[in-house]
């Protein structure tokens, strides 16, 4: 598999890693009455918004889909589709932020709309990454030559973040990292002593 794709998988199972977090948690508040510290749930959210957001969906419009869109056809209907989905994620976090602030303040009372909220969010998204990996990856394998393929690899591994430097790749992992570490078992390993 071209290496461009492997590291759209990778940095699926990341975000995917954190949409099972915020369901599982969500699911033992709702079940168990268990108490979690709501800055997961932010952390979470900054996380979708700084690596999801802003570098993720970015490199897979401007070197992945650019060159599917060029080949016309059902590619670009594909393409076009996945790119509405990409320019509305913004405005659902947005949503899922407001929900769990109201959640924050207005305490329990607030809880199911925010549930709600998270399910909605997460199953959207994961309809989402399944559609690229299930159509645009065959799809890209079948229609992309060689040479789209080279450009394609040296643009994701030149500038595996296309809005800031191979530092912030590092930033992300430590953000990652802390959500881990601020999530109670068996997401994470609990908030520090
Ligand atoms: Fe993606």
Redesign the pocket.
């Known amino acids: 598999m071209a290496k461009a794709l492997n590291i759209?998988r990778d940095e699926?199972r990341s975000i995917a890693a954190i949409l099972h977090g915020m369901e599982y948690l969500v699911e033992r508040i709702r079940t168990r009455n268990a108490k979690v510290n709501p800055r997961v749930f932010s952390a979470m959210i900054y996380y979708l918004d700084t690596f999801s957001e802003r570098m993720?969906?970015p490199k897979?419009d401007r070197f992945l889909f650019q060159a599917l869109r060029s080949r016309g056809g059902e590619a670009a209907t594909v393409v076009a589709d996945l790119e509405t989905e990409h320019a509305a994620g913004g405005d659902a976090l947005r949503r899922l932020e407001q929900c769990l602030m109201r959640y924050e303040e207005g305490g329990d009372k607030e809880f199911p709309a925010f549930a709600a909220a998270v399910e909605k969010f997460v199953r959207e998204y994961r309809d989402h990454?399944h559609k690229?990996e299930s159509i645009v990856f065959p799809l890209a394998q079948r229609l992309l030559s060689a040479a789209d393929w080279q450009a394609i690899d040296r643009a994701f591994e030149e500038n595996r973040d296309p809005l800031a430097a191979d530092r912030d790749t590092r930033d992300f992992k430590k953000l990652f990292d802390r959500i881990v570490n601020l999530a109670p078992p068996p997401i994470g390993v609990g908030p520090d002593a």
């Open positions: 759209i699926h993720h969906h897979e990454m690229e």
